[in-house]
């Protein structure tokens, strides 16, 4: 006896409908993969670890929030210099490198395009290289014995008869850091100011100039600055990441860390402090899912500030 199949008819639309699916699960797929490994993941881990007690050797213990309690009752170096040390350090270095950045971006895009291409791949290139060349370059200036730069400057015009120990004195460290700090910052941020600005629509600048625009202020303020929003937003992000991620300068001058007397001391130098010299794993994973919050919470900002509106 012969057993009956039952063909099943499928409609044209019904089938692209069932291609388009398919289609958009194989082009986000990868996409997904990645996304869940590298951050989603990590980032459950982080939180979850956050509520509890780990050393790296026995299972974490679950404590719930206690370590987000010691970091605001108990944790004094982290409000008295920590907290203070990175919002001061942001606020400066990230809106002024973040100005900088576009400043030098405009007076580079005024230029021919072969000393516009040299000296963009001379302000990039600080941004490139690691800690340990940022610390055998400057520590060579500001060192603190008659063979740094500025010493052996002032030593011999008379101004000084003592070497200063710029980068062991907390009245100099952190400023140096902030010096250090902008002359890196011109990364991809800066360049894709770069690009946005060249690939301006001309017919923008003559149209504002029959509008009214009357000097190049008006320009950037009214046509450059609203034409080129997803290159800021970019580079807005890109700054507040960087800046609040910004730890390892002054560690890499000072050569400790904590760095002398807490004076560079931010938030990445004492999760580092905590997961890895002292692993207190479960408390470096409060500190690293407050960084995470301060982070998003400033990238909302700048998106707000500079996303295409409708």
């Known amino acids: 006896m012969k057993t009956a199949k039952l063909h099943v008819a499928v409609s044209p639309s019904r089938r692209d409908k069932i291609a388009d699916l398919w289609a958009l699960f194989v082009l986000l797929g990868p996409y997904v993969l990645l996304f869940s490994v590298f951050i989603a993941l990590p980032v459950a881990i982080a939180i979850y670890l956050s509520l509890t007690t780990f050393n790296m050797?026995?299972?974490p213990d679950f404590i719930g929030i206690f370590n987000y309690i010691v970091m605001i009752t108990q944790d004094d170096v982290f409000l008295r210099y920590i907290l203070p040390n990175t919002l001061k350090f942001s606020i400066i270095v990230g809106p002024g490198g973040y100005i900088l950045a576009f400043l030098l971006a405009w007076m580079l895009a005024q230029i021919q395009p072969l000393p516009r291409t040299i000296l963009s791949l001379a302000i990039y290139a600080p941004s490139m290289v690691g800690g340990v060349f940022?610390?055998?370059l400057w520590r060579t200036i500001f060192s603190g014995d008659e063979s740094g730069f500025i010493n052996a400057f002032l030593i011999n015009n008379g101004w000084i008869t003592t070497p200063i120990q710029f980068l062991q004195d907390p009245a100099f460290l952190f400023n140096i850091v902030i010096i250090v700090a902008l002359w890196s910052s011109m990364g991809v941020g800066f360049l894709a100011m770069v690009a946005g600005i060249l690939n301006g629509?001309?017919?923008l600048y003559e149209a504002a100039y029959l509008d009214g625009v009357k000097n190049k202020l008006q320009e950037v303020v009214y046509v450059t600055i609203p034409m080129m929003r997803p290159q800021m937003l970019f580079g807005a992000v890109m700054s507040i990441v960087g800046t609040f991620?910004?730890?390892y300068i002054g560690v890499a001058l000072s050569g400790s860390?904590?760095?002398p007397q807490n004076a560079a001391q931010f938030?990445?130098?004492?999760?580092?402090?905590?997961?890895f010299q002292r692993y207190e794993m479960g408390y470096a994973a409060a500190l690293s899912?407050?960084?995470l919050a301060v982070i998003w919470i400033f990238s909302k900002v700048a998106y707000r500030l500079f996303a295409e509106r409708d």
């Open 289 to 291: 899912v407050v960084l």
């Open 134 to 136: 940022l610390g055998v």
């Open 201 to 203: 629509n001309d017919e």
């Open 267 to 275: 938030i990445m130098n004492h999760i580092d402090d905590y997961g």
């Open 245 to 247: 991620t910004n730890g």
């Open 257 to 259: 860390n904590p760095t």
């Open 57 to 59: 050797v026995e299972s």
